[in-house]
């Protein structure tokens, strides 16, 4: 069979819409090419998010896997965060997890944890995709196929084991999965662990019907609201594939920058490290919240891999990514969002400490924005955007990741996703009319260069 291959690998793994780009045939090939990775017979364990595609997508990967000789254990449908430490914990070769995290309901992926539960380097996916480009598959005997599916408790075991019985004040929390892969998951965990929990969205259902995959200000309208109305203390809400959790109170989101800063700040206080590993999209408000204890914040390349492979370079006391992304080096270094979320939990006694913390903070504005753009056109629009950056007249040009511009007392970043077909434009300063003028310039020129280029 013949196939017109793609470059794999985007920002967090292998993405794209079903049927279309991300075909069952493409599914087989990339299986294909990490089994080809793989030592011969190695045993490797799988697990899906919600989606709707999530039996048509995990049928291509196993049959692959297994035509290469490797063999399959299928977890079922788990968070990421349980598929990458059940990967260490277990003794699996490597753990697949199949899932489009935040991404709309038509699109799946394929994300790949080594042995040792951290995500893959750059550098073994770049192994991967130099098989797949030439075709260089390898065929064994085939391998086996096995189902264990009742594994839910061993992550609990594991999580609990690191927090005391006593640790929690007992507050009342709102748990919204939002449909995704913690459904019946997150909230039974926070049960155990002595929260009086109120479910939210916790059917699993791959349409994501109670308010989409990504978490943010504008889809967590109606948590806030349900919140209110149960009286709860706080909102842990997750993404589709747990790797990603945010946080809500009564008054509403309490956004992005501000927990990664406020939980940076304790876990700080907790290890004695002070170092936090983050990315070029990071706000300086995780800056201001560890400056008083000697913390210095190291920024990276965008994805939860990266921030891992700079945290164990740096020796963090955390990586995070600003949309709630935590590597908790003591876990492992692996997107751990429920580790986090009751981390954060054990370091308060009310709700309220999370907004008080911030009130001697002086807060600057902060706001993302994006561009639709092909695929195929957004690294040209970027390649043109270095070109003209100067244009911004910014005091200092950074393009480890994306263009990001440093001005006197703000700061913007244009960046193409490296997870859905659009360009992002991301801008912070101490006004919000100053903010909101950033955004303005940076998504013209965007718009100026697709104009030409298409």
């Avoid at 609201?225 to 747990?242: I, M």
């Amino acid at each position: 069979m013949s196939i017109n291959r793609r470059r794999l690998f985007g920002t967090s793994g292998i993405r794209g819409i079903v049927n279309q780009e991300f075909s069952t045939d493409f599914c087989g090939e990339a299986a294909k090419a990490i089994a080809a990775s793989l030592p011969l017979h190695a045993t490797v364990c799988l697990a899906t998010d919600t989606r709707q595609s999530r039996e048509l997508v995990k049928n291509a990967v196993i049959s692959g896997l297994l035509s290469s000789g490797i063999n399959v254990v299928d977890l079922g449908i788990l968070p990421t965060p349980a598929l990458a430490l059940l990967t260490r914990e277990i003794g699996f070769d490597t753990g697949i997890m199949i899932t489009a995290s935040h991404n709309p309901p038509e699109f799946n992926g394929i994300k790949l944890f080594n042995r040792d539960s951290s995500g893959y380097s750059q550098a073994q996916e770049a192994d991967i995709e130099e098989i797949y480009l030439g075709g260089k598959f390898t065929r064994g005997q085939t391998g086996s196929l096995k189902r264990l599916y009742d594994v839910k408790q061993r992550y609990f075991s594991f999580i609990k084991g690191k927090f005391p019985a006593s640790g929690f004040n007992n507050l009342k929390l709102v748990v919204d999965p939002g449909n995704g892969a913690a459904s019946g998951f997150a909230s039974d965990i926070f049960a155990q662990m002595g929260f009086n929990v109120i479910p939210l969205n916790d059917e699993p259902d791959g349409l994501f019907p109670g308010r989409g995959p990504e978490p943010n200000e504008d889809s967590l309208l109606g948590t806030v609201e349900f919140l209110k109305r149960e009286d709860g203390d706080l909102a842990v809400c997750f993404d589709g594939d747990a790797d990603r959790v945010v946080f809500c109170d009564r008054e509403g989101f309490l956004g992005f920058n501000e927990p990664i800063a406020f939980i940076s700040n304790r876990i700080i206080r907790e290890t004695g490290k002070k170092t936090i590993a983050t990315t070029v999209e990071t706000g300086i408000v995780l800056d201001l919240a560890i400056a008083d204890l000697g913390g210095k914040v190291v920024r990276g390349k965008v994805g939860d891999a990266n921030v891992a492979y700079l945290a164990h370079e740096v020796d963090a006391a955390l990586g995070v990514e600003q949309v709630g992304v935590y590597i908790i080096p003591g876990m492992g270094y692996y997107p751990d969002s429920i580790f986090a979320a009751l981390f954060l939990l054990s370091q308060i006694k009310y709700a309220g400490e999370i907004r008080q913390f911030f009130q001697h903070i002086h807060k600057p504005f902060f706001r993302k924005s994006k561009i639709s753009c092909p695929d195929e056109l957004k690294y040209l629009v970027m390649a043109q955007l270095q070109d003209r950056a100067y244009l911004f007249g910014g005091n200092e040009i950074n393009n480890l990741d994306g263009v990001r511009l440093e001005f006197d007392g703000s700061w913007m970043l244009i960046r193409a996703s490296g997870t859905e077909p659009v360009i992002r434009v991301i801008a912070e300063s101490m006004s919000e009319s100053g903010t909101d003028e950033l955004i303005r310039k940076g998504t013209e020129q965007v718009q100026s260069i697709m104009e030409v280029i298409r």
